[in-house]
């Protein structure tokens, strides 16, 4: 294997074939991750604002899910990015750029100690789906309600936005952190176990109940007529 | 573990299971056999076909969300930030 080749290497050992390959010398100007992580270390501006842009509304995002407030997110923010250029060194690409920047963000977030110490490993038990809406032999009584046309052909999609972001923002943190990572920012489930620090299993529990509850919050505010769109909260 | 939480092997599953095991489903988490149950259990309800395809458009509509922008101040913020590790050399 490549144990040998690891072990005399002085600064970048092999990786393996599925990483990234910035050091590639064919490599392209295609606006990619890695082409900018290539122009951050030789020191260009432009690349830094093109990554900078590419990747801060996520990160004040998911931040947002560790910290209270704004001010605190955007300093967690700021803070993981000079973290990512100090560590730029050392990175080997052996995760994508988004899942390092990811990483070193949610573990500025935790450290921050804006939020009480994370130990629980799965709340909220019971079923996805209220059980009142099943028989008493476990088929469906109350049946989903339709509104995937609605949502697709009648409803302004920045409504819909609006609706799924608010959704989202009511999810117990836990939750709320593994629907972003992989359903808003599409990272597979290993980049979110790695991002998160959470097993294969947590991260299908997690995401199995924040998933339903955007379900159900989609269905709550779609069935029927589109004016109860702008009933609540979406004032 | 799993057969456990979905009942025996043997026996159809009810709608109230498979909506749990949704997920499983959609991440390729479930056993072959289990796999085969659900699927069966699909391709004869249309309630849980529906509540499959929600799930599925759930996730669709959440990728869709769009990040807010960066302001101008933060711009600045950064690019100094930039700069000044540039500068450490």
Same mark, same amino acid.
């Given at each position: 294997?490549?144990?040998?080749?690891?072990?005399?290497?002085?600064?970048?050992?092999?990786?393996?074939?599925?990483?990234?390959? !910035?050091?590639?010398?064919?490599?392209?100007?295609?606006?990619?991750?890695?082409?900018?992580?290539?122009? =951050?270390?030789?020191?260009?501006? *432009?690349?830094?604002?093109?990554?900078?842009?590419?990747?801060?509304?996520?990160?004040?995002? +998911?931040?947002?899910?560790?910290?209270?407030?704004?001010?605190?997110?955007?300093?967690?923010?700021?803070?993981?990015?000079?973290?990512?250029?100090?560590? %730029?060194?050392?990175?080997?690409?052996? $995760?994508?750029?988004?899942?390092?920047?990811?990483?070193?963000?949610?573990?500025?977030?935790?450290?921050?100690?804006?939020?009480?110490?994370?130990?629980?490993?799965?709340?909220?038990?019971?079923?996805?789906?209220?059980? $009142?809406?099943?028989?008493?032999?476990?088929?469906?009584?109350?049946?989903?309600?339709?509104?995937?046309?609605?949502?697709?052909?009648?409803?302004?999609?920045?409504?819909?936005?609006? +609706?799924?972001?608010?959704?989202?923002?009511?999810?117990?943190?836990?939750?709320?952190?593994?629907?972003?990572?992989?359903?808003?920012?599409? =990272?597979? $489930?290993?980049?979110? !176990?790695?991002?998160?620090?959470?097993?294969?299993?947590?991260?299908?529990?997690? +995401?199995?109940?924040?998933?339903?509850?955007?379900? *159900?919050? %989609?269905?709550?505010?779609?069935?029927? $007529?589109?004016?109860? +769109?702008?009933?609540?909260?979406?004032? | 573990?799993?057969?456990?939480?979905?009942?025996?092997?043997?026996?159809?599953?009810?709608?109230?299971?498979?909506?749990?095991?949704?997920?499983?489903?959609?991440?390729?988490?479930?056993?072959?056999?289990?796999?085969?149950?659900?699927?069966?259990?699909?391709?004869?309800?249309?309630?849980?076909?529906?509540?499959?395809?929600?799930?599925?458009?759930?996730?669709?509509?959440?990728?869709?969300?769009?990040?807010?922008?960066?302001?101008?101040?933060?711009?600045?913020?950064?690019?100094?930030?930039?700069?000044?590790?540039?500068?450490?050399?």
């Amino acid at each position: 294997m490549r144990e040998a080749g690891r072990a005399e290497t002085v600064t970048e050992p092999p990786r393996p074939a599925s990483a990234f390959s !910035c050091t590639l010398p064919t490599m392209e100007p295609d606006g990619s991750d890695e082409w900018l992580l290539r122009g =951050l270390r030789s020191g260009d501006e *432009q690349a830094f604002s093109t990554l900078v842009d590419r990747y801060y509304g996520s990160m004040i995002r +998911l931040a947002l899910s560790f910290v209270r407030s704004r001010a605190v997110a955007e300093e967690v923010v700021q803070d993981t990015w000079l973290a990512m250029l100090r560590g %730029l060194g050392a990175f080997e690409g052996r $995760s994508t750029l988004k899942t390092w920047l990811f990483s070193i963000l949610v573990n500025r977030a935790r450290t921050t100690g804006a939020r009480e110490a994370r130990s629980v490993p799965v709340a909220d038990a019971g079923p996805v789906v209220d059980a $009142s809406r099943f028989g008493p032999s476990g088929e469906w009584a109350e049946p989903p309600e339709l509104w995937i046309e609605e949502a697709e052909s009648r409803v302004d999609a920045e409504k819909l936005r609006h +609706l799924l972001r608010t959704a989202i923002d009511g999810l117990p943190a836990r939750q709320r952190e593994v629907v972003l990572l992989r359903d808003v920012e599409d =990272l597979t $489930s290993a980049e979110v !176990c790695e991002v998160l620090a959470v097993s294969e299993g947590n991260q299908r529990v997690l +995401l199995h109940r924040g998933r339903a509850k955007l379900r *159900q919050a %989609l269905e709550n505010s779609l069935r029927g $007529s589109i004016d109860d +769109l702008s009933g609540g909260e979406a004032r | 573990m799993k057969l456990r939480f979905f009942g025996r092997q043997s026996q159809p599953l009810v709608c109230q299971q498979v909506v749990e095991m949704v997920t499983d489903y959609l991440e390729g988490a479930l056993s072959a056999t289990d796999r085969a149950r659900f699927e069966t259990h699909l391709a004869g309800c249309p309630h849980c076909t529906e509540y499959l395809a929600q799930i599925r458009e759930t996730i669709r509509l959440a990728g869709r969300i769009t990040p807010e922008d960066l302001s101008p101040e933060m711009r600045t913020d950064l690019t100094q930030l930039y700069r000044r590790w540039r500068s450490e050399g």
